[in-house]
């Protein structure tokens, strides 16, 4: 199983930015599609992001299209995810998780590994 990290959460007010981080070791993100999530209180897991690591292929959900970006940093197995102009509506706790580059990227029941999660909190 990848052992998975996230970091990079905190408390911004509306408007503001954050990049979170997710970090593995060992054999790294070459075989996967790496996806972040996002969970508020008494809601569902929803699809925020993701990005193939072997094509770079990138995917979002529409509500964060043209405020969040997900990057990877090959040399760092690392998977970044700039957050920009935030709104409250973006407070939850974000996790990333792993799956195979076949399977479809905004269920989250297809992803194999997830990480602990980081908050994110947006202040009006």
């Known amino acids: 199983q990848v052992q998975l990290v996230e970091s990079g959460g905190g408390l911004v007010q509306a408007g503001g930015s954050l990049r979170l981080s997710c970090a593995t070791s060992?054999?790294?993100?070459?075989?996967?599609?790496v996806g972040w999530f996002c969970q508020a209180p008494g809601k569902e897991r929803e699809f925020v992001a993701a990005?193939?690591?072997?094509?770079?292929?990138?995917y979002y959900a529409d509500s964060v299209k043209g405020r969040f970006t997900i990057s990877k940093d090959n040399a760092k197995n690392t998977v970044y995810l700039q957050m920009n102009s935030l709104r409250p509506e973006d407070t939850a706790v974000y996790y990333c998780?792993?799956?195979?580059?076949?399977?479809?990227?905004?269920?989250?029941?297809?992803?194999?590994?997830w990480g602990q999660g980081t908050q994110v909190s947006v202040s009006s």
């Open positions: 990005v193939t690591w072997s094509t770079a292929n990138t």
């Open positions: 998780a792993v799956q195979p580059p076949s399977a479809p990227y905004r269920v989250s029941a297809k992803y194999d590994s």
């Open positions: 060992g054999r790294g993100f070459s075989s996967y599609r």
